[in-house]
T-cell receptor, first 114, second 112 residues
Framework: AQSVTQLDSHVSVSEGTPVLLRCNYS??????LFWYVQHPNKGLQLLLK??????LVKGINGFEAEFKKSETSFHLTKPSAHMSDAAEYFC????????????FGAGTTVTVRA | DGGITQSPKYLFRKEGQNVTLSCEQN?????MYWYRQDPGQGLRLIYY???????QKGDIAEGYSVSREKKESFPLTVTSAQKNPTAFYLC???????????FGSGTQLSVL
């Protein structure tokens, strides 16, 4: 079965500095990988999705992620953090072994300092 | 506007009581899901339904029940058998497996 590990439970950055959220996955098949964001008291919103096309995926709000099969990683980055980026971020994997049901990581809380 | 509506936003359950969380979508999606969110554990799948009148257990189905009598609706009942129901519950839907999930705004369930 597929699984995902988010390596940092909490990331704190200063406004205007780069953001890096790390995610490693496990899958025996060609995985689909997602990053979702959850702002306080709201549902989840899809940031970006990888499905075996280009390994560098661009998402909304300036975020991007790179799929590295050799490292089984799908890290999320943003060049310059904004105060509105403060939220919970989830790395998610799915593959055919589990009928494409999603497996969520434990989440990374991002705080942005002024 | 299309979307997923969950109600109520906050719900309190007494010991031994069953409570039902509502989830309605007007996106014409075939598949619907219920997730439970606990701090530090990500989201865990409770039940899912890929078509009307059919549903399957997810990873943590014990103590929960669902129904899917209409395409638009996928209510979740938290039964008295669920001994630790306090959590944030999220409903989601998508057009088909492996497609983008749309989420509701969630229901926070607490035990009195």
């Amino acid at each position: 079965a597929q699984s995902v590990t988010q390596l940092d439970s909490h990331v704190s950055v200063s406004e205007g500095t780069p953001v890096l959220l790390r995610c490693n996955y496990s899958s025996s098949y060609s995985p689909s990988l997602f990053w979702y964001v959850q702002h306080p008291n709201k549902g989840l919103q899809l940031l970006l999705k990888y499905t075996s096309a280009a390994t560098l995926v661009k998402g909304i709000n300036g975020f991007e992620a790179e799929f590295k099969k050799s490292e089984t990683s799908f890290h999320l980055t943003k060049p310059s953090a904004h105060m509105s980026d403060a939220a919970e971020y989830f790395c998610v994997v799915s593959d055919i072994s589990n009928d494409y049901k999603l497996s969520f990581g434990a989440g990374t809380t991002v705080t942005v300092r002024a | 506007d299309g979307g997923i509506t969950q109600s109520p936003k906050y719900l309190f359950r007494k010991e031994g009581q069953n409570v039902t969380l509502s989830c309605e979508q007007n996106l014409n999606h075939d598949a619907m899901y219920w997730y439970r969110q606990d701090p530090g554990q990500g989201l865990r799948l409770i039940y899912y339904s890929q078509i009307v009148n059919d549903f399957q257990k997810g990873d943590i189905a014990e103590g929960y029940s669902v129904s899917r009598e209409k395409k638009e609706s996928f209510p979740l009942t938290v039964t008295s058998a669920q001994k630790n129901p306090t959590a944030f519950y999220l409903c989601a839907s998508n057009r088909a497996a492996n497609e983008k999930l749309f989420f509701g705004s969630g229901t926070q369930l607490s035990v009195l």
